[in-house]
């Protein structure tokens, strides 16, 4: 879903980032500016290096450099897209979502999606507080006790408990009123046929299955008798719920995952519940299903880096290679890894620990080198072993995306097989058109480096002072003599958004950090918030001297071009040594005010 950019706006504004922030963190003031300690997962600090400017509605870490406003706080500390931020914030500042324009059909849809959210909330709720209702000799809590499920890892997961009853839900749904086919359709109930209800859930350890917007999508259930199949039973697909789409665990994990910048994808329930309780966060797994294109996709949202952790048996090696040509197709970077000495995630770190499971992190070697070695089994070095696993691994090679990333495979295969890699490249040519394509999208990443310093320090204080974005609006080509494209666009459109109105100076950083030039508004926010010098006029100085250097680089410029045409065209008129001149004078003479 798309919001119109009025809309965006309206929902910022109406929602303070110290208000925001100060729901999970403890602000005090420092200077200007608000501090206290960062929030972020993975950066854990005694000494408060994170800042906000309430005036500019922006936030900065100094330790782990996040910054953004009100929107990026929420991508950041919630796991949340942009789309999912707007909306939270909204309800959170009571703003009505604009409502898209159905066909009857389409509404009646779209009412049913929300009233299947409503029940599975519903039942989730019923669930875990049955949980908690239950003695602690209850046998639920002995399995619970039996796989050092933690308090923490119950509340966030919110797992529960489905009674060992035929019809205790039934009669709940019954007296709440509750719309019994579509509680049918969620795989829930089940009519006999004498019309009563079942329970379909009982004398199981329940799971809710909720998205990063904390909409509860369907269940799965472990049943606590061993002699009990099937061992786990989960939700039909339903219209909000399709297993070949949705990550489990995903709602409390994907903001360890941004943070991480890297994701560990397992297979099952438990093995991600019992990485996370051992202090390994950024985790994902999959539905008892293939991995498929949406999952890469679903992944793809959050980082762009991941570590398959499938089971060591035949069929767990299999789900692997699978999944690594999604991978290769959405450009993210995988490792595989193979553990020994235990059937699964679950029991490998229950048996070694935390610290020899991040060993064996660190180790994991390539998903395609993986693969490739799999195929290998047997190689013998034949002319006809060589073409087999060519054959094999043609069709990975043919999927990597990242053009830099498909040299370094096509060269290890190569190596691999004891091959030249045009003998390789020609079996499968890659089409010009995508090697251009990809050249130029490795191109357009910016390089913060490469801008002037002065360009950059006048591109903050434009959105620190009023007085100094005019300053640079009113001095004639200066912008237009920017080096960098990036600052010169940056500071066009600060221009831009400025003019349309000037009375709202402060919120125009916040707004900004929406357009193209996220990334590198993001890198320029530390001014904002740190204490800046209180001397106005060194301040003024510094500005002044930007301009300055921007202005005589510029003339510089122009005056070489002049030099050159003086020396290369014999006919040059008097008129081009003048001009000549007259800027190597005004080289020295834009003064300071």
Not at 6 to 28: H, M, P, Q, Y
Not at 366 to 391: I, N, P, Q, W
Not at 517 to 533: S, T, W
Request: with cysteine; hydrophobic share 35%.
């Amino acid at each position: 879903m798309k919001f119109q950019a009025d809309f965006i706006d309206k929902v910022r504004d109406a929602n303070d980032i110290v208000s925001v922030i100060g729901d999970v963190v403890e602000l005090s003031h420092s200077g200007s500016s608000l501090k206290g300690l960062c929030p972020f997962p993975g950066h854990a600090e005694r000494t408060p290096s994170f800042f906000v400017s309430e005036p500019k509605q922006v936030y900065h870490c100094f330790g782990c450099r996040k910054s953004g406003n009100v929107f990026s706080f929420m991508m950041d500390y919630h796991g949340m897209d942009f789309v999912q931020s707007v909306e939270a914030l909204a309800n959170r500042a009571g703003i009505p979502i604009p409502k898209i324009e159905y066909k009857k059909e389409d509404q009646e849809k779209e009412n049913e999606i929300k009233t299947f959210f409503k029940l599975n909330k519903y039942v989730a709720s019923y669930f875990y507080k049955n949980l908690k209702a239950q003695k602690k000799d209850h046998p639920i809590w002995q399995y619970i006790k039996k796989r050092n499920l933690s308090e923490e890892v119950l509340e966030d997961f919110k797992i529960g408990f489905a009674p060992n009853s035929w019809s205790t839900l039934s009669e709940i749904l019954k007296k709440a009123k509750a719309p019994l086919a579509l509680c049918e359709k969620l795989g829930l109930i089940k009519k006999k046929q004498n019309q009563e209800h079942f329970d379909i859930f009982r004398n199981r350890l329940m799971f809710p299955i909720i998205s990063v917007s904390e909409n509860v999508l369907g269940f799965g259930g472990r049943s606590i008798d061993e002699n009990e199949q099937p061992k786990y039973l989960n939700s039909p697909e339903t219209p909000v719920f399709n297993k070949s789409k949705t990550l489990y665990g995903v709602h409390a994990t994907a903001k360890y995952i941004r943070a991480e910048k890297e994701v560990i994808l397992v297979e099952g329930y438990m093995d991600l519940i019992s990485l996370y309780q051992f202090g390994i966060k950024n985790v994902v797994a999959t539905l008892g299903t293939a991995f498929t294109h949406e999952h890469a996709r679903a992944i793809k949202k959050l980082c762009n880096k991941v570590t398959v952790l499938f089971d060591s048996d035949e069929a767990g090696q299999i789900a692997a290679q699978r999944a690594l040509p999604f991978f290769l197709e959405e450009a993210i970077l995988s490792k595989c890894l193979v553990l020994t000495g235990a059937k699964d995630p679950d029991e490998y770190i229950r048996l070694h620990g935390a610290e020899k499971f991040k060993q064996a992190l660190q180790l994991a070697p390539d998903h395609f080198s993986v693969v490739l070695t799999s195929m290998m089994r047997g190689f013998k070095g034949r002319a006809t072993d060589k073409k087999e696993v060519l054959s094999q691994i043609q069709p990975f090679l043919d999927r990597v995306k990242d053009q830099q990333l498909r040299s370094l495979y096509l060269q290890e295969t190569a190596d691999r097989l004891n091959l030249d890699t045009n003998i390789i490249t020609h079996a499968s040519p890659v089409k010009r058109a995508q090697v251009i394509e990809n050249t130029k999208k490795n191109e357009s990443l910016i390089n913060l480096s490469e801008i002037p310093k002065e360009e950059k320090l006048l591109v903050q204080y434009m959105l620190v002072e009023q007085e100094y974005l005019e300053r640079v609006r009113d001095t004639e080509h200066l912008i237009s003599s920017f080096i960098s494209p990036i600052t010169r666009e940056l500071a066009q459109s600060i221009i831009e958004k400025y003019c349309q109105n000037p009375s709202d100076f402060d919120r125009l950083a916040a707004s900004l950090l929406g357009t193209a030039q996220r990334q590198i508004l993001k890198d320029l926010i530390a001014l904002f918030v740190e204490d800046r010098p209180k001397d106005k006029d060194e301040e003024r100085k510094l500005v002044s001297d930007c301009i300055l250097q921007v202005s005589r680089r510029s003339l510089k410029i122009k005056a070489k071009e002049i030099l050159s045409q003086i020396k290369t065209e014999p006919e040059v008129n008097v008129k081009k040594l003048q001009d000549y001149f007259e800027l190597a004078k005004e080289q020295k003479g834009p003064q300071r005010r």
